[in-house]
């Protein structure tokens, strides 16, 4: 819970610019460290004094973030207290526009500083093309127009969070279902799902309320900041300096072309084996065999227990640097009615640690999932001792490098979950096949957002109808007889749509270089983390194909890259079968 936490604002990054501020959700004491950036930063006379300025700015942005990151993590702990809640859309609606306007102005001293070129290029390359793309798409007229965008994100959160169903005499959130879904008995699982289902269907129209309010904000975003469309905005916003929304085209192409063949002969192999004449939404996390669900452990104490051993094999100072998570309260990982739905790392940048939020119900897909979230945090770690608040943190693309690769890793280790050999073996191809599963599905939403934003005007008829078109080219083959509505509002349930639109695509991209990590590690492990680790090291200091190449991937999502990987995938579930 949030309210453990135990790391407290200077124990061990001592505050200078910043030490009179007591309270960073409070604006009137915010506003003057930042009159007097932009008051200093005209008359910066030497390449030091650029240099400790920014450490400055560093040191506000940090503790103004953190700020944030603590009433985020409270509000998404618990979404049903309202004094939660209201701290949250304090610091969102009288703060963080505040911030975004005297970060533009702060931006545009440092670039109108005529001693820059005294520094290093090399150490600012990454730095300056990121300051100059904010300030070129920043426009004060937007600044209301992101914060209401936010707050129906919130809305979207606690919408998600308030679905229950009752199973069988007893209430339960979504993610409690979820384990339903492995049980062996298909009526079973046809009820859960229903369930689910049905309960997500009874808020459809507010979803889709809320949904059309946020296209019709960011598109006018977009043309406030003089873009034809939000897609090309939003991705110049994200700074992907280093591919272009054709790449992604490219990358939904490649996935049609390679992916989906593969993963539609696995699920015709899951009906044969199932001995169903069609599978059905109910039939895909079900052990095809006719075997127990996994059920890896019973407490959130054991599955961070499980974790930690995982990682101190993987490499002793991720063990480590678990173990500190543990013991400051840095772990909420149970689901519980009221809290939020998903997972996350968020980092605490003042302090400088990671949070992870989940919401773990028994599977074995919570353990992976905290691997993953575990990868995160080791990133934050990595870069922890970067003073450049810009740089303590890498474009997502590679972030999620990170993460996927550490679940990746642990493969050879699932044992401290699974005693039974050949139940630590359905682990592993019970991820391989959630993983190549994932890829079809991020294709899919992100070619339904690249429609929705080049088409803003669009019905929701029309909506429905391009979700399932895109459905019949990525969806492996199932049956939706009788669920066709259910259908059409599947992607209600990615919350990216909702709060961070076009931030989906990036797991593919990352998905691609952890698999180039984790066939280098079958050959060489040593070297494979020894790669991880230098990329990690890196932070957001360099651009990502250096990232990519320093931790040992190539970054390329075109069918000349994705095929092989692919075609080593499928050889490795072969190895798999049993």
């Known amino acids: 819970m949030t309210q453990s936490i135990k790391p407290v604002r200077g124990e061990e990054f001592a505050r200078t610019f910043t030490r009179d501020i007591d309270d960073f959700g409070d604006w009137t004491k915010l506003e003057p460290h930042f009159a007097e950036l932009e008051s200093r930063g005209k008359v910066l006379d030497s390449a030091h004094a650029i240099e400790q300025w920014l450490l400055d700015v560093s040191e506000l942005g940090a503790a103004i973030d953190e700020e944030y990151s603590r009433r985020y993590i409270a509000m998404t702990c618990q979404t049903d207290d309202k004094e939660i809640e209201q701290r949250y859309l304090d610091v969102l609606e009288n703060v963080i526009p505040h911030v975004q306007t005297w970060g533009d102005r702060i931006n545009r001293v440092y670039l109108a500083c005529g001693l820059r070129d005294q520094l290093d290029p090399n150490r600012y390359e990454v730095y300056d093309r990121a300051i100059e793309n904010s300030v070129a798409i920043f426009r004060e007229q937007n600044v209301p127009l992101k914060t209401e965008d936010s707050k129906l994100g919130q809305q979207y959160q606690a919408v998600c969070a308030a679905m229950t169903v009752t199973y069988r005499g007893e209430e339960k959130t979504l993610p409690q279902m979820a384990p339903l879904m492995e049980e062996t008995d298909r009526a079973v699982r046809e009820e859960a799902w229903r369930l689910v289902a049905e309960r997500r269907a009874a808020d459809r129209d507010k979803l889709d309320d809320l949904f059309d309010e946020m296209i019709a904000l960011r598109t006018q975003i977009a043309v406030n900041a003089g873009y034809e469309n939000f897609r090309d905005y939003q991705h110049q916003s994200y700074g992907r300096f280093d591919y272009r929304p054709e790449a992604c085209i490219a990358f939904q192409d490649a996935v049609a072309e390679t992916v989906v063949p593969l993963l539609r002969g696995i699920r015709e192999e899951r009906r044969a084996?199932?001995?169903?004449?069609?599978?059905?939404?109910?039939?895909?996390?079900?052990?095809?065999?006719?075997?127990?669900?996994?059920?890896?452990?019973?407490?959130?104490?054991?599955?961070?227990?499980?974790?930690?051993?995982?990682?101190?094999?993987?490499?002793?100072?991720?063990?480590?640097?678990?173990?500190?998570?543990?013991?400051?309260?840095?772990?909420?990982?149970?689901?519980?009615?009221?809290?939020?739905?998903?997972?996350?790392?968020?980092?605490?940048?003042?302090?400088?640690?990671?949070?992870?939020?989940?919401?773990?119900?028994?599977?074995?897909?919570?353990?992976?999932?905290?691997?993953?979230?575990?990868?995160?945090?080791?990133?934050?770690f990595a870069a922890r001792a970067?003073?450049?608040?810009?740089?303590?943190?890498?474009?997502?693309?590679?972030?999620?490098?990170?993460?996927?690769?550490?679940?990746?890793?642990?493969?050879?280790?699932?044992?401290?979950?699974?005693?039974?050999?050949?139940?630590?073996?359905?682990?592993?191809?019970q991820h391989l096949e959630q993983m190549l599963s994932l890829f079809p599905w991020i294709a899919q939403i992100d070619a339904f957002q690249h429609w929705i934003y080049l088409n803003p005007g669009h019905s929701r008829a029309e909506r429905e109808a391009q979700w399932l078109a895109l459905d019949e080219r990525f969806g492996p083959g199932m049956d939706w007889t009788g669920l066709e509505a259910m259908r059409s509002a599947m992607w209600h349930r990615q919350l990216h749509l909702f709060e961070v639109p076009f931030y989906y695509i990036e797991y593919g991209i990352a998905q691609l270089g952890a698999l180039q990590l984790w066939l280098r590690y079958r050959d060489s492990p040593g070297e494979a983390v020894e790669g991880y680790r230098r990329g990690l090291a890196l932070g957001g200091a360099r651009p990502l194909p250096e990232l990519f190449e320093t931790a040992g991937a190539k970054f390329d999502f075109s069918a000349a890259t994705v095929g092989p990987i692919m075609a080593a995938v499928q050889r490795e579930l072969a190895a798999t079968a049993s």
Not at 307 to 333: N, Y
Not at 366 to 376: I, P, Y
Not at 391 to 411: L, N
């Open 273 to 380: 084996d199932l001995g169903v004449e069609a599978l059905r939404p109910w039939d895909l996390a079900v052990d095809s065999k006719g075997r127990a669900p996994l059920r890896p452990f019973a407490t959130g104490s054991e599955l961070e227990s499980g974790c930690l051993r995982i990682f101190e094999k993987i490499g002793g100072e991720f063990g480590s640097q678990f173990a500190s998570m543990r013991k400051l309260g840095l772990l909420d990982l149970e689901s519980r009615k009221g809290k939020a739905p998903g997972g996350y790392q968020s980092s605490l940048e003042e302090i400088r640690y990671p949070f992870i939020f989940m919401n773990a119900a028994g599977t074995d897909r919570d353990v992976f999932t905290l691997l993953h979230e575990g990868g995160h945090a080791f990133h934050a």
């Open 386 to 429: 970067e003073q450049l608040l810009a740089y303590r943190s890498a474009p997502i693309e590679f972030c999620e490098v990170a993460s996927m690769t550490m679940e990746m890793f642990a493969f050879d280790y699932l044992d401290e979950f699974y005693s039974d050999a050949d139940e630590a073996n359905r682990s592993r191809r």
